[in-house]
């Protein structure tokens, strides 16, 4: 027989967003989709019989209906074009492009309304699945779902590790919100939730963070992220926030509010607030008292925004307020760990093709941080370009500004025979640096290439030490030899040797009669712009001449598309001192260095480099890493980072010219995914300087269908701050941390997410 051409509304809406396979068999309620009344439905089946008096059309054996984003298979359908029901039993199968499937024995459903109830017993669409026993569709295409039941196990019903029940309302690939919600584990419920939301496509939800540190006691750090307003245009604005309620047994009870924005062209930043009644602020101090500035009551405030205001404009605003030195320390160890001295600064930079300048205001905003303020400070930096078409490059930097050198407030409280002559504490200025260099690139036949060089800098202080005014200057000139030789082999490897000579001539002059510069940054502290020969970062007001000899190897393979791939490269250099003034008057070798990067293949990756300084017979510093994959799932690397160098620098140490900082440290790690269920990772930190293990921890995770536990644990050594002062006790941490295991990512540090 002919098929049947009909009309019907089969609309495309997901519960949920749902991913993984249904409930199995639990007569839950759910929508069906819906699509415009003139789309067309093609009926195919084994028997028709059409009831002209009643208008019902029924299809029966192996039933099939099609239409453009949907596909229904079923042992028997009623259909009445006139009023649109539409009725399925036995085997339903319903699958919508892109969102999964729906599967059961029963749907009841008027594809001219919208309106329906199903009885089926699947349901997957997204991550989660949904299962009701009443649904009802909603005029604005949301649906209520009562005695609804949410998870994202997949395993048959009845054995789910965990699962939401209450009564739910779902909007098809956006969310799912569950009140008088009940969550369970392991079929005990454990609490009760007025509200609970989840968005399918971002963090939003209810987050908590078990644990143990010997510094908190016992802890539960508690949040809720939430969207606060979303336009409903794609460019449009969003606002999201989070609250945090955390518990701490040994130090109390702490609040905070984070607020995050995106407004598209306009920028994105966040607000972030935390208050802590702190029941036992540490005393890290030795018994200085006069240096102690912990209350009990403790805060930060953290603010961030950046927008392209063009193109070619950013505006970058950035500033955190604590209320003590050892806040961020004591409640936000991660981020005080790659920022000791939190950064305040609003900028603004306008970017062109062959220039870029800027302005910048900046500063402590707390007393206790010593920092230099930039009252403001402008630059303007031209990009390596063709100079009026005469074969020479020309670049510069170029900035300006009135500075402040603020000292922390325990460097105020010093007493005067701690300082040298003239106080290094506060100071203010307005300073001048302009650098400039011309380049003249050549080739000399085929092989070899010759850059000669010629730069000038020049700074210039409003004030000094026992004088004012005062300036200093320095001349670059130099040129650099450079060749390159090609080797190929039968195998598919290519060798490329690269020799390299650069000579420099630095002379100096400052024009100090009498005491020192001031010094604020990078800038004050060397002479080195260029970064010629990796002094970088000391400031040597004296001469320099001398040489950089050194060879290049590459070590490339063709891969399985014929494209060239570098497994070796290795850098080996010196620099040859001709004569000198001050310290470094002693002509001859000064350092020996080498780079090694060896990548044969995308589970190895090693690192060696390190340089030797020939002048105090030891390593200026010493970088070594190796990293396999040993298949998908063993994981391990480890290696030894040593440095050895002198600081010029007023803001390390106020009672030492010369402030040595030596760094010994070993460290390794191992991650092994012993099976789908279980893994586990170890880690570990020696410091080789006082023969004593810095830092141990690791993980061992449990995995099921659909949660992911994991109990991190960690021991920190007790150590002292670089500034002499504060040290800490050891630290023992435990965490309990749980996810969803269909969000296929991995938590957050500082939150469990369920």
Known sequence: ???????????????????????????????????????????????????????WTTATGNVRIKTGEHEMSADRVRLHQGQGDVQARGNVVLRQRGFGAWTGDYIEYNYKTGKG??????????????????????????????????????????????????????????????????????????????????????????RLVPGYTSRWGAYLLGGYVYNIYESPH????????????????????????????????????????????????????????WMSDMEDERYRFRLFHEADLTPRDQFILRGTINSDSEMRHDFFENENRGESTPMNFVSLAHREHTWAAGAMVSGPLNDFYAGVARLPEGWLNVMPQPLFGSGLNYESQTRAGILNRDAA?????????????????????????????????MKIGDALSIVPRAGYRATWYSDAEFDSNVSRHSADLGIEASTRATADFANGYRHVVEPYLDYSYQPTHFDLDNGRAYSFDRFDRSI???????????????????????????????????????????????????????????????????????????????????????????????????????????????????????????????????????????????????????????????????????????????????LVFQVRAAYVNDFERIDRVSEREDDFRIAIMMWLRAQNRTPDDEWLTW
């Open 528 to 706: 080195e712009w260029f970064d010629q020969f990796g002094m970088d970062g000391t400031w040597l007001p004296y001469d320099w001449h001398g040489v950089r000899p050194g060879i290049r190897n590459l070590l490339q393979a063709r891969d399985a598309k014929g494209r060239m791939r570098t497994v070796l490269d290795w850098d080996v250099y010196t620099a040859f001192q001709f004569e000198g003034d001050g310290p470094l008057d002693e002509e001859g070798l000064r350092m020996a260095g080498s780079r090694l990067l060896v990548t044969p293949s995308d589970a190895l990756d090693i690192k060696a480099q390190g340089e030797w300084d020939l002048e105090e017979k030891t390593f200026a510093y010493v970088d070594l890493s190796a990293f396999y994959k040993l298949n998908e799932n063993l994981r391990f690397g480890g290696g030894y980072l040593a440095r050895d160098h002198q600081l010029y620098d007023y803001d390390v140490s106020p009672v030492m010219q010369w402030n040595r900082i030596k760094e010994n440290l070993l460290y390794g790690g191992l991650t092994h995914d012993v099976n789908d269920t279980w893994s586990w990772s170890v880690y570990t930190r020696y410091d080789l300087r006082y023969n004593e293990l810095d830092e141990v921890g690791g993980y061992i995770q449990y995995s099921l269908d659909c």
């Open 234 to 289: 794609e460019a449009g604005p969003k606002l999201d926030g989070t609250t945090h309620l955390d518990y701490r047994t040994l130090r109390g009870v702490a609040v905070g509010q984070n607020l995050r924005w995106d407004l598209k062209e306009r920028g994105r930043g966040k607000l972030e607030t935390y208050y802590a009644w702190d029941q036992d602020p540490p005393d890290d101090r030795r018994d200085m008292n």
């Open 117 to 206: 109830l199903t009885g089926l017993g699947e349901l997957q669409a997204g991550v989660f699945h949904i299962g009701a026993k009443e649904v009802t569709r909603r005029e604005d295409g949301r649906f209520d779902a009562r005695y609804a039941e949410i998870t994202t196990c997949t395993n048959s019903p009845g054995h789910r590790h965990w699962r939401m029940t209450g009564h739910a309302r779902y909007k098809d690939n956006d969310y799912v919100e569950v009140f008088d919600a009940v969550p369970w584990l392991f079929g005990v419920p454990f609490a009760y939730l007025p509200y609970w939301f989840r968005d399918l496509d971002t963090h939003y939800g209810f």
């Open 409 to 441: 407030r325990y460097e105020r409280a010093l007493p005067d025979f701690m300082y040298y002559p003239g106080s290094w504490a506060d100071y203010n200025l307005t300073r001048a640096d302009t650098a400039h260099r011309v380049t003249a690139p």
């Open 1 to 55: 027989m002919k098929p049947f051409i009909l009309v019907a509304c089969l609309a495309g809406v997901s519960a949920c967003g749902l991913t993984e396979r249904a409930f199995a068999q639990s007569g839950g309620m759910v929508p069906l989709p819906r699509q415009p009344a003139d789309a067309g439905l093609e009926i195919t089946a084994d028997k028709f019989e059409v009831d002209q008096k009643s208008g």
